[in-house]
């Protein structure tokens, strides 16, 4: 992805992609400290408009401060940047992110006395889990790699070492063919997908984790606030896989994954095996949302 056109914001200023580069001993490379952000603008008929910005961007700030990383810019710079970045890109939608990372004046864990960096790229990004995926859902496999405990690494922050657990057990259920995988708790409840937290539905009644080790979304946070708004009542409480086994509807969110339903998970097919009819209805809702159809949410819409 480094060799194309267009530019980045790095450290205050629009600079061309291809020079966005920074040296091999900065110490996040190394150790594993920092923190990102993904975000998507869509394209709707006033132009285009980042969803959810400064949640976003708050999420950002959140993650630097759970791991004392002091961000040298403040959020209402940084809500800016990203709309010029996406602007100056010529993009009409695309995904935005912004990361945060330690400079290479040292090596060592006392990470002290570091530099801290700051990059927003941006770049044309279709649906991440296939194409037929929002409409027809996934096969999810269970992984064996167990998700972060909350003393362990942070589960608030959206952090670079966070990830290499997801793409554990991501590649782990792909190799197999399955399209994205399950992870659970130290305790072997459901805690989320790789990229993506999961929703399931029994009986008209809408169930998803708690927050504990999995990422606080903001697409989860949408999501509930659009079936609560619908007159759903939604439920934040510990799943058993089994429970996914034999719910009526299951989903994934995330800003990549939008909303994405799960057809099966484990072999076992979960309702009929299609989009149910509650999912379809709460990704209406949030597509008529992010591509600016509904006025109801007007202000979650920041137009670059
Ligand atoms: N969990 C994990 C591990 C993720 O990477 C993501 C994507 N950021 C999510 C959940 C969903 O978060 P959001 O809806 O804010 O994108």
Redesign the pocket.
Known sequence: MADRDGVIWYDGKLVPWRNATTHVLTHTLHYGMGVF???RAYQTPRGTAIFRLPE?TE?LFNSAHVFRMKIPFDQATLIQAQLDVVRENGLASGYIRPIIFYGSEAMGLSAKNLSVHIAIAAWSWGTYLGADALENGIRVKTSSFTRHHVNINMCRA?SVS??TN?ILAHQEVAQDGYQEALLLDVDGYVA??????IFIIKKDRIYTPDLTS?????????VIQLAEEAGMEVVQKRITRDEVYCADEAFF?????EITPIRELDCRTIGNGKRGPITEQLQTSFFDCVNGKSDKHADWLHYV
Request: proline content about 0%; overall charge negative.
């Open positions: 952000e993904g975000l976003h999420r959206k966070t990830y997801s989320e997908g790789s990229g993506e937290n999995c990422l606080e979304g903001i697409t989860r946070a949408t969110t995330g800003t990549a994954a």
